[in-house]
């Protein structure tokens, strides 16, 4: 240890959630004589203005450089105390937040001395950490009011549009030759039966008269370097033609794709049996009576479920977890459709949908109501004993054990066996490589919080929206574009963001540059850099996340995070071992 | 294993009043039945619609010892005019099988 510090030891009964099972002001006096503690005491509510309010009247008065509080978890009140310290004229780097809640009162409620000894070692440690701070600055970096839209889809461009309302520029980037996406080849979609296409068209129709967006077909991005606020991005045209764009921020809308059945999935590869997309094409492209192979079809049967929820076994090793969402509703929906074609060309068909369970969530109940007040029958399936299809004479012969009817083995012939194929991920090796948002367990890009953060992914500044996220129907993939749309425009409406300072420092004296730091970070924070004519590693700091995996990977012991320096680390393992280790 | 037929079915369905497509299998019916009866209604509703008509020939005592009395009917979360459909189903029943006009 330097020089003496004068530090102020908080510790907070949590009105009773911590008071109740650790002697709080044991704690305090057990502090108060200890090396580098100026001052120490309790407050029954740290959190409270009043409380606040006197912390910072004794940081001025007591000229404290240094502030521990032993209160909530970090994720709580970090941030609060944080603040508290800096309105009081205190560096917020110097303060440092010990759990003594969640830590130690919840989880020793029987041990009263026990958790009272436990809360002075982990009061002890954070003091001996609060010793070892020096003061830090917020990394503050320029955004750019640019943005890019990856993926010309229906969530893309309502983002696109959505953003260059707010005023700023947007660059939206489609790898096929025409915007789109699924929505302008789906046809008609529950349940307002509005046209795909034409939901589609309208968008596109926008997007070309806004003058702050900038739509590029046949377009991929071959490279991405730079951090959140200031990207360089390069986009390749045509396959030939390298555009360079500078950009704050990115929006990932790249979608799913649908799922391809094996050979021999519910019969999939026999004459008749056909995906959903397939059969929405052969109802749109209908004029007069449904035929198939010739005939008139009578009868249709729907296998619902195709490639979502899929369990593990032998013919499917990597099953698909999840249900897609949208797919009930837009099979319920297809029942309709084809009510229609029966009631406009005369000819009596027979639905039979062999569902697992039925989820028309909400407003979509309304699809399934109809489908089966139209006469659609619906027959319930176990995943013990899927349905089977096989060829019979001309047509095919489905086999389902009805749930509904105490498993009662029912054989249904029928002319076409129509698979309501799922969503699954789509393939974006090369853009994957370039972006790295990670991924979840079902193949989709991960949000950071499933609940409260839902577009934002581990890589800052870069958001998910749409269906490249997981499975979702239309309006959701509108609602979670314009979400990724109102995270994009806080970020750079406001002209600047302010970066945590607790990152990687690399001594390059030691470095050597071997690497493998670059390979353990997982957010492309590592560079190489010449010194001179010695090559050495350099943390790009408005990258680093503080994570600290190329900490134990360097050979050379040349990387600190802030925050988590070594000396620190040591010192709050010494502290906490005081009594247990006599020096 | 049981054949789905569709032509049972179109012919209930041909008759005025009977509508079992709305049903969800709660159970709500069965469980009202004064008579006890498992098969009653919602179950004999789905072999109708099934057109698995053997099912739907044994099971001729329990259709014609239905009361009426529309217990189910009025519980039914999803109004299936069941009682409307019961009687339906014996009109169609007397003409096939007993030759009733």
């Known amino acids: 240890m330097t020089e003496e510090r004068r530090i102020g030891v908080y510790v907070c009964h949590c009105g009773g959630n911590i008071s109740d099972y650790v002697d709080v002001k044991e704690?305090?006096?057990?502090?108060?004589?200890?090396?580098?503690?100026?001052?120490?005491?309790?407050?029954?509510?740290?959190?409270?203005?009043?409380?606040?309010?006197?912390?910072?009247?004794?940081?001025?008065?007591?000229?404290?450089?240094?502030?521990?509080?032993?209160?909530?978890?970090?994720?709580?009140?970090?941030?609060?105390?944080?603040?508290?310290?800096?309105?009081?004229?205190l560096n917020p780097y110097e303060y440092v937040h010990v759990n003594l809640r969640e830590q130690c009162s919840w989880v020793h409620k029987g041990?009263?001395?026990?958790?009272?000894?436990?809360?002075?070692?982990?009061?002890?440690?954070?003091?001996?950490?609060?010793?070892?701070?020096?003061?830090?600055?917020?990394?503050?970096?320029?955004?750019?009011?640019?943005?890019?839209?990856?993926?010309?889809?229906?969530?893309?461009?309502?983002?696109?549009?959505?953003?260059?309302?707010?005023?700023?520029?947007?660059?939206?980037?489609?790898?096929?030759?025409?915007?789109?996406?699924?929505?302008?080849?789906?046809?008609?979609?529950?349940?307002?039966?509005?046209?795909?296409?034409?939901?589609?068209?309208?968008?596109?129709?926008?997007?070309?008269?806004?003058?702050?967006?900038?739509?590029?077909?046949?377009?991929?991005?071959?490279?991405?370097?730079?951090?959140?606020?200031?990207f360089q991005v390069t986009v390749r045209l045509r396959g030939e033609e390298d555009l360079s764009l500078n950009v704050g921020a990115i929006i990932v809308a790249t979608g799913f794709e649908p799922y391809r059945p094996r050979a021999g999935?519910?019969?999939?590869?026999?004459?008749?049996?056909?995906?959903?997309?397939?059969?929405?094409r052969m109802l749109e492209a209908c004029e007069g009576p449904l035929t198939h192979n010739g005939r008139p079809v009578r009868d249709v049967g729907f296998v619902y479920c195709v490639g979502s929820r899929q369990e593990?076994?032998?013919?499917?090793?990597?099953?698909?977890?999840?249900?897609?969402?949208?797919?009930?509703?837009?099979?319920?929906?297809?029942?309709?459709?084809?009510?229609?074609?029966?009631?406009?060309?005369?000819?009596?068909?027979?639905?039979?949908?062999?569902?697992?369970?039925?989820?028309?969530?909400?407003?979509?109940?309304?699809?399934?109501?109809?489908?089966?007040?139209?006469?659609?029958?619906?027959?319930?399936?176990?995943?013990?004993?899927?349905?089977?299809?096989?060829?019979?004479?001309?047509?095919?012969?489905?086999?389902?054990?009805?749930?509904?009817?105490g498993d009662e083995e029912l054989e249904i012939g029928a002319d076409l066996v129509v698979l309501a194929t799922g969503m699954v991920p789509r393939q974006n090796d090369s853009l994957n490589d370039i972006?790295?948002?990670?991924?979840?367990?079902?193949?989709?890009?991960?949000?950071?919080?499933?609940?409260?953060?839902?577009?934002?992914?581990?890589?800052?500044?870069?958001?998910?929206a749409g269906t490249a996220q997981g499975p979702k129907n239309l309006a959701e993939s509108v609602a979670s574009a314009l979400a990724a749309v109102a995270r994009t425009g806080a970020l750079l409406k406001k002209g600047f963001v302010n970066l945590?300072?607790?990152?990687?420092?690399?001594?390059?004296?030691?470095?050597?540059?071997?690497?493998?730091?670059?390979?353990?970070?997982?957010?492309?924070?590592?560079?190489?850099?010449?010194?001179?004519?010695?090559?050495?590693?350099?943390?790009?700091?408005?990258?680093c996340k503080g994570e600290g995996g190329c900490v134990p990977v360097c050979p050379r012991d040349a990387i600190v995070i802030e925050g988590y320096r070594d000396d620190q680390i040591m010192a709050m393992i010494d502290a906490s071992l005081e009594e247990a280790v006599p020096a | 294993m049981t054949k789905v037929s569709s032509e049972l079915a179109a012919r209930m369905k041909a008759m005025e009043g009977f509508n079992?497509?709305?049903?969800?299998?709660?159970?709500?019916?069965?469980?009202?039945?004064?008579?006890?009866?498992?098969i009653l209604p919602r179950k004999l509703f789905r072999q109708v619609m099934l057109g698995l008509e053997d099912e739907v020939r044994t099971n001729i005592p329990a259709i014609f010892s239905c009361l009426l009395c529309r217990m189910c009917e009025v519980n039914c979360p999803q109004g299936v005019h069941i009682a409307e459909n019961i009687r339906a189903l014996r009109s169609l029943i007397n003409r096939q099988e007993f030759g009733l006009q």
């Open chain 1, 111 to 230: 041990d009263r001395p026990g958790a009272t000894a436990k809360g002075v070692n982990l009061v002890r440690a954070g003091v001996a950490k609060a010793a070892l701070t020096h003061p830090l600055t917020p990394l503050r970096i320029e955004t750019q009011p640019r943005v890019l839209v990856i993926g010309a889809g229906a969530a893309g461009m309502r983002a696109a549009l959505a953003l260059a309302d707010m005023g700023l520029s947007v660059y939206i980037i489609e790898r096929e030759s025409e915007p789109g996406g699924w929505t302008a080849k789906v046809g008609r979609m529950g349940p307002d039966n509005r046209s795909g296409p034409e939901v589609a068209a309208n968008l596109f129709e926008r997007i070309r008269e806004h003058q702050h967006i900038a739509l590029f077909t046949d377009a991929e991005l071959t490279a991405k370097s730079g951090h959140i606020g200031d």
């Open chain 1, 435 to 464: 972006l790295k948002i990670p991924k979840s367990k079902d193949g989709f890009y991960n949000e950071i919080h499933i609940k409260l953060r839902p577009v934002e992914t581990a890589i800052d500044g870069v958001c998910i």
């Open chain 1, 312 to 405: 593990e076994g032998e013919d499917c090793p990597e099953p698909n977890a999840h249900c897609s969402r949208f797919c009930c509703m837009a099979t319920s929906f297809s029942a309709s459709l084809l009510h229609e074609v029966e009631r406009k060309s005369n000819q009596t068909i027979n639905q039979y949908h062999l569902y697992r369970d039925v989820r028309t969530y909400g407003r979509l109940e309304t699809v399934y109501t109809q489908a089966r007040a139209d006469g659609a029958l619906y027959l319930r399936w176990d995943p013990a004993s899927p349905p089977r299809v096989e060829p019979r004479d001309d047509r095919l012969a489905v086999t389902v054990k009805d749930t509904l009817l």
């Open chain 1, 500 to 543: 945590e300072p607790l990152v990687a420092k690399i001594d390059t004296g030691r470095c050597v540059w071997c690497g493998e730091c670059f390979n353990a970070c997982p957010y492309g924070a590592i560079e190489k850099i010449h010194i001179g004519e010695k090559e050495v590693a350099m943390a790009i700091e408005s990258s």
């Open chain 2, 20 to 38: 079992a497509g709305a049903c969800f299998h709660c159970g709500t019916c069965s469980a009202l039945c004064p008579l006890g009866y498992k």
């Open chain 1, 265 to 280: 999935e519910y019969g999939f590869g026999l004459p008749g049996v056909v995906t959903l997309q397939e059969f929405r």
């Open chain 1, 27 to 89: 704690v305090a006096e057990t502090l108060a004589g200890e090396a580098n503690v100026e001052v120490a005491s309790t407050h029954l509510f740290a959190c409270s203005d009043a409380s606040q309010q006197e912390m910072i009247e004794q940081i001025r008065e007591k000229n404290l450089d240094g502030l521990v509080i032993a209160s909530c978890s970090p994720k709580l009140h970090m941030f609060t105390f944080r603040a508290m310290a800096e309105r009081a004229g």
